[in-house]
Nanobody, 125 residues
Framework: VQLVESGGGLVQPGGSLRLSCAHS????????TAWFRQAPGKERVFVAA????????YYADSVKGRFTISRDGAKKTVYLQMNSLRSEDTAVYFC???????????????????WGQGTQVTVSS
């Protein structure tokens, strides 16, 4: 499975961006696709996850109500719509997926086997 992120960029506080994570290769075994982010000098942290079987979504408290994770099944793409962006949302955003993720570990970085290269999101005036 290969993951390719796109859609990052520079946006002003209060603005919006939509990130995309395109999946290729054998994707039928994926249980979850998630977004993580890593700010400068900080650890990579969970942002949101999507469960392919059932369409359930999960969010970190810091982004609830502002970010929405969704998928286009035909295109094998997972999106992260980010609204009301804040300076503290500035980070490199990574897409992750894996066949062995379970609900109790979906916010854990080590549960995911496949990772994209990351896309930079900068929120600044």
């Amino acid at each position: 499975v290969q993951l390719v992120e796109s859609g990052g960029g520079l946006v002003q506080p209060g603005g919006s961006l939509r990130l995309s994570c395109a999946h290729s290769g054998r994707t039928d075994s994926n249980r979850y696709t998630a977004w993580f982010r890593q700010a400068p000098g900080k650890e990579r942290v969970f942002v949101a996850a999507f469960k392919w079987n059932g369409g359930h979504t999960y969010y970190a408290d810091s982004v609830k109500g502002r970010f929405t994770i969704s998928r286009d099944g035909a295109k094998k793409t997972v999106y992260l719509q980010m609204n009301s962006l804040r300076s503290e949302d500035t980070a490199v955003y990574f897409c992750a997926a894996g066949p062995s993720v379970i609900q109790s570990s979906l916010a854990t970085e080590t549960a995911y086997y496949y990772w994209g290269q990351g896309t930079q999101v900068t929120v600044s005036s």
